[in-house]
């Protein structure tokens, strides 16, 4: 995962926020201002010009590498909120962008001189435990779907970092430790509310399910978000889930070939309530580590991990404790880096012994200390789709992999966006595609990487049905040719 180089993305991002000048900020609140008076009536929710003072933390990224500065951002309340704002942006011929937890990890999710339509601050949740379903609003955390869960002994499996929205992990797959459980977050949901363009200049919401629009549904079950619409609200499937066992277990850099072959050979094929991830650090930390959670007992958890107690001399954490407060305790604490680089593959076959040396070597090189290779294990329900089928497309792998680096110094963002782009080329023989929530603006043939060639052909089909206009436009959003 040719093209531009992210050294190329970099700096361009880095001259388009130093050239904002106050008085370009300023002309873009006038601007703004005028087009907001001309449609005052159509145009609701909160809305944040670049003169506000809310503007500089309205606009804010989770990730500060990518900068913007949007004519205007809309915090939606309402459905109507939503409509509204695409039907404004259409009518004004505005370019705009949709938002929910501002994780969106090439920036894409902002954009200058347009419109962010944010739905952060839809966040209600209804459990219906007779019909084992949740509708919950498209604006809330999975840290905030986790707990706002948890009293009816119930889950929606997701990522597990607490300030991503569901939204986008929902839209582009959503995978985490209980995946090889309970399936993708996408696996689980059963309908949809998302307003999409109507005629030329208005915007609609609908309801997609298996009866309804069930192209559409199929199409947010792994698409990516921002393609077709805007979701308002989600229907999921929840699933009952008990006291889970936590381990970690840390070897130190001495045989990491050793430990790892363990792993990728004992991962997908370990009991499927068992999500692990593997993560090499860089050499100078000392230390490679596996961990994960299991739906059981920690005695049970122990006799499972036998094969990875067996390499080398590693120490072991075991613990147990209710689901949501082990997803709590592992996102307590403050933020450490602002600055995030990522990129994403498959592996389909386990790598070899070339590959191993590829990652030793960059771990060793490693330019910033939150560098890593980080591997999630496969299988089990990840191979099964529920009914109706889903756009998501890598359910045969063995594992996830990612290569990533964090850095707040900014004489390290050249060098990590080096290393990346060297790292991902080193591995490309030995993985496979890629994953859209972690996208990759360096791809040549992301459509395919992402969807699989069957796959993304039926979701242009989607696209030419809903959005033909191509309203819902970003660099490598779904085409409508």
């Known amino acids: 995962m040719t093209g531009i180089s992210r050294r190329d993305i970099l700096t361009t991002l880095a001259v388009g926020a130093a050239g ?31 003169d506000s003072p809310d503007y500089d933390e309205a606009r804010q990224l989770w990730d500060r590498l990518f900068v913007s500065y949007p004519y205007a951002i809309v915090f939606c309340e309402s459905d109507s909120d939503v409509v509204n704002a ?49 509708t919950v609003g ?41 995946s090889r459980s309970l399936g993708l977050t996408c696996d689980n949901l059963l309908a949809v509310d998302i307003v999409v363009p109507e005629g030329r200049r208005g915007a609609r919401l609908i309801h997609a399910d298996s009866e309804n629009h069930a192209d559409l549904l199929w199409a947010c079950r792994g698409g990516g978000g921002g393609n077709f619409g805007i979701a308002t609200a989600y229907t999921f499937r929840i699933q009952p889930i008990g006291p889970i ?8 850099w001495k045989d990491p070939a050793g430990a790892f072959n363990a792993w990728q050979e004992w991962g997908p094929r370990v009991d499927r309530k068992l999500g692990s991830t593997f993560v090499f650090l860089p050499k100078a930390s000392n230390v490679i580590e596996a961990e994960g959670i299991f739906q059981g007992s920690a005695d049970a958890l122990k006799t499972l991990l036998q094969p990875l107690l067996a390499v080398g001399s590693p120490t072991v954490k075991i613990e147990s404790n209710s689901w949501p407060q082990l997803f709590k305790d592992a996102n307590a604490g403050p933020r450490q880096f602002y600055n995030w680089r990522f990129t994403s593959s498959w592996i389909y076959q386990p790598l070899p012994s070339a590959a191993l040396e590829a990652i030793d070597h960059f771990m060793t090189t490693a330019p910033a200390p939150a560098c890593n290779y980080w591997c999630l294990n496969w299988g089990g329900a990840t191979r099964d789709e ?11 792998p063995l594992h996830y992999a990612e290569p990533g680096a964090g850095w707040n110094d900014p004489a390290q963002t050249g060098p990590v966006a080096v290393w990346l782009a060297k790292f991902r080329q080193a591995m490309r023989p030995f993985v496979s595609g890629a994953y859209v929530n972690v996208p990759d603006a360096a791809f040549d043939n992301w459509g395919v990487a992402y969807y699989g060639s069957k796959n993304f052909a039926r979701l242009r089909q989607v696209k030419r049905t809903y959005d033909p206009s191509n309203v819902f436009s970003f660099p490598q959003s779904i085409p409508v040719g």
Request: glycine residues 16%.
């Open 138 to 178: 498209t604006g809330l955390t999975q840290g905030e779907l986790v707990a706002g869960l948890g009293d009816s002994g119930h889950t929606v499996p997701t990522g597990s970092e607490a300030s991503v929205g569901i939204a986008g992990v929902t839209l582009g797959g959503g995978i985490g430790y209980l």
């Open 245 to 252: 066992a936590y381990f970690k277990v840390t070897w130190d």
């Open 386 to 396: 529920p009914p109706g089928g889903t756009a998501f497309f890598h359910r045969a």
């Open 86 to 134: 695409v039907a404004w942006s259409r009518r004004n011929g505005v370019k705009l962008r949709a938002r929910g937890g501002r994780h969106a990890l090439e920036g894409w999710s902002s954009i200058d001189g347009g419109v962010v339509i944010d739905i952060s601050h839809l966040k209600q949740i209804s459990i219906d435990l007779d019909a084992g379903t949740a």
């Open 20 to 50: 904002m000048s106050a008085f370009g900020r300023e002309r873009q609140a006038l601007a703004a201002e005028a087009m907001i008076a001309d449609a005052a009536p159509a145009l609701t929710g909160t809305v944040v010009l670049p």
